[in-house]
């Protein structure tokens, strides 16, 4: 166990699923849009949930805090998503203490990333926090140890060149458009969503096809016009999506529905039609499969392609995992300090406590008493003490429990001094 990590009775937790075992759409039915998210943040708050942080990407669904029992964040994840707890447990992981932080470093860096080396999470992983922070879910723990990830992550990128070629969801479309359809440059592109992964792909898209018959479609229009701008592409209304399907060769579905957007009922052309599903939960229904002109690519078909950027980028992961230990060093290091802290802080309240009771009496004692300068040369004493003691804790971790006993039997500290 490690008792600095817990906070009133509690440890830190990580429990959740990802890609490795979990499907697309198992997946879905535990992602968490910005409702569920204020929920679960709300309801844990109510719970007496000290520090709590939601991480939900294509790829994964975490929760992140402090908690008597793993159950308690099972719980709050199962009840405000579509997803059960016994769906959950078939998938699911929980990390506790130590390992939870190893896991969030991994995280965080990309190590753990389905496409290695994304980084797109590290800014996910900081936007939670800030919406804990706001709902007042965060604690020094959780701010220090989302700090030492975002250093890590930033060394790693800087350092080593796992994030070279960058390769994502977006550019994995591409690719796999660029080897599965002959003259790329004059097929007719339909992009249906503008969000992240949407704008993303359209970049890449551009980059690398050289088409100028790019056609976008949101539910939002003026969200898809400014994606537009920038790109000086056509924007068509959602209403109009039936026909543009129609006249479209590829289409690239990447909304944040819930429910599937694109179904059979919306496709009346024989012309062949690639259909690209870049959503989580799946925005395509397997029903339009049922139509021979129609190939289905999911996400998960998607992230498993490999190629000789993710081979040259894998034999940079011992370096990144020595940055990773470096850091994390530091942030076990800090944990060690706030071990002994509140020891520290009740020993120098005690010698204070002693040194005004002794100045007190020196001045009824003596009519010419200096008090101001007895209490200036004694707190500096007491200042010396104290910081000798917090050396010899920190240097000295094997005995550091020892030691921390013996301050507190020698000095008579109370238990409530040290909370």
């Given at each position: 166990m490690e008792p600095h990590l817990r906070a009133k009775g509690t440890n830190f937790y990580t429990i959740g699923l990802s890609y490795k075992k979990a499907d697309a759409e198992i997946r879905g039915h535990f992602s968490v849009g910005e409702e569920a998210r204020n929920a679960i943040l709300d309801q844990a708050k109510k719970e007496g949930v000290e520090a709590l942080l939601i991480t939900s990407t294509c790829n994964r669904t975490e929760l992140h805090g402090?908690?008597?029992?793993?159950?308690?964040?099972?719980?709050?994840?199962?009840?405000?998503?579509?997803?059960?707890?016994?769906?959950?447990?078939?998938?699911?992981?929980?990390?506790?203490?130590?390992?939870?932080?190893?896991?969030?470093?991994?995280?965080?860096?990309?190590?753990?990333?389905?496409?290695?080396?994304?980084?797109?999470?590290?800014?996910?992983?900081?936007?939670?926090?800030?919406?804990?922070?706001?709902?007042?879910?965060?604690?020094?723990?959780?701010?220090?140890?989302?700090?030492?990830?975002?250093?890590?992550?930033?060394?790693?990128?800087?350092?080593?060149?796992?994030?070279?070629?960058?390769?994502?969801?977006?550019?994995?479309?591409?690719?796999?458009?660029?080897?599965?359809?002959?003259?790329?440059?004059?097929?007719?592109?339909?992009l249906f969503g503008t969000g992240k992964i949407g704008r993303n792909t359209c970049e890449n898209l551009i980059k690398h096809t050289k088409n100028d018959h790019i056609v976008l479609i949101n539910r939002?229009?003026?969200?898809?016009?400014?994606?537009?701008?920038?790109?000086?592409?056509?924007?068509?209304?959602?209403?109009?999506?039936?026909?543009?399907i129609a006249d479209t060769d590829i289409l690239i579905v990447a909304t944040g529905a819930q429910n599937p957007t694109i179904s059979k009922q919306l496709i009346h052309s024989d012309k062949p039609l690639l259909i690209l599903d870049l959503s989580i939960p799946k925005n395509v229904s397997e029903n339009v499969t049922e139509l021979s002109n129609v190939t289905l690519v999911h996400l998960d078909h998607l992230s498993k392609m490999t190629d000789d950027t993710l081979q040259n980028r894998r034999r940079h992961i011992p370096k990144a995992e020595e940055i990773i230990e470096e850091v994390k060093l530091e942030f076990d290091n800090w944990l060690e300090t706030r071990k002994f802290a509140p020891t520290i802080k009740a020993?120098?309240?005690?010698?204070?406590?002693?040194?005004?009771?002794?100045?007190?009496?020196?001045?009824?004692?003596?009519?010419?008493?200096?008090?101001?300068?007895?209490?200036?040369?004694?707190?500096?004493?007491?200042?010396?003490?104290?910081?000798?003691?917090?050396?010899?804790?920190?240097?000295?971790?094997?005995?550091?429990?020892?030691?921390?006993?013996?301050?507190?039997?020698?000095?008579?500290?109370?238990?409530?001094?040290?909370?």
């Open positions: 402090f908690a008597q029992h793993p159950f308690q964040l099972i719980k709050l994840l199962c009840e405000h998503t579509q997803g059960t707890v016994e769906e959950f447990e078939k998938v699911a992981y929980v990390h506790k203490n130590n390992e939870a932080v190893s896991h969030l470093f991994r995280v965080g860096t990309g190590l753990d990333s389905q496409i290695l080396g994304d980084f797109e999470i590290i800014s996910q992983l900081k936007q939670s926090f800030k919406i804990s922070k706001k709902s007042n879910l965060t604690n020094p723990f959780l701010e220090r140890l989302i700090n030492a990830v975002i250093q890590a992550s930033k060394r790693i990128k800087n350092e080593t060149e796992i994030s070279s070629g960058a390769t994502s969801v977006s550019f994995a479309s591409v690719q796999y458009i660029l080897k599965n359809v002959e003259d790329i440059s004059n097929k007719n592109i339909l939002t229009k003026d969200k898809a016009e400014r994606v537009a701008g920038k790109f000086n592409l056509v924007v068509k209304d959602y209403a109009n999506i039936q026909a543009e020993l120098k309240k005690k010698l204070v406590t002693l040194k005004d009771t002794e100045i007190n009496i020196q001045r009824k004692k003596y009519g010419d008493f200096n008090e101001e300068q007895a209490d200036i040369i004694s707190s500096r004493i007491i200042q010396k003490i104290t910081n000798h003691f917090a050396s010899h804790l920190k240097d000295d971790h094997a005995s550091a429990d020892e030691s921390i006993e013996l301050i507190q039997k020698v000095f008579q500290l109370e238990k409530n001094t040290l909370d």
